[in-house]
């Protein structure tokens, strides 16, 4: 089993979530430090302590951790990945797990606010 904090379109009730939905074992909320930017039709995290995400933790066995990496371009440490794959704790202290990171933010907007979900109703995406 997988703990992985998602934030934009693999949420629960978002575009992508169905890639996740059939290895997910259990969905928490939770929240993680860093800041969202818009990189069109989903959110790019940079990592940061000044700023927070909320989301939601993912259980999920192997082959959905797998399927993630394959929607977030992660093909492992050293290759040319569109996002990286570290290991983040909750603010809480409670959990810990894995979350995708966008490394280049240049000419993308910052999100206002911690929440790609408010943020995208809001854009009518």
């Known amino acids: 089993m997988f703990s992985v904090f998602v934030y934009g379109t693999l949420l629960v009730g978002e575009s ?5 939905a059939p290895f997910v074992l259990s969905v928490k909320p939770g929240t993680i430090n860093g ?3 818009d990189a069109g039709p989903y959110p790019a995290l940079v990592l940061t302590e000044e700023n927070y995400v909320v989301g939601e ?9 797998e399927a993630m990496d394959v929607l977030e371009g992660y093909r492992g ?4 990945n569109e996002y990286e794959r ?6 809480d202290g409670l959990r810990e797990g894995w979350v995708y990171i966008w490394e280049d933010i240049s000419g993308l907007k910052e ?3 911690s929440s790609w979900k408010l943020y995208s ?3 009518g995406l």
């Open 77 to 80: 440490p050293g290759a040319s």
């Open 86 to 91: 570290v290991w983040v704790p909750d603010v």
């Open 57 to 65: 933790w993912l259980e999920v066995t192997k082959e959905g951790l």
């Open 121 to 123: 109703e809001g854009q």
């Open 111 to 113: 999100i206002s606010g």
């Open 35 to 37: 800041r969202l930017y």
């Open 16 to 20: 992508n979530h169905h890639i996740a």
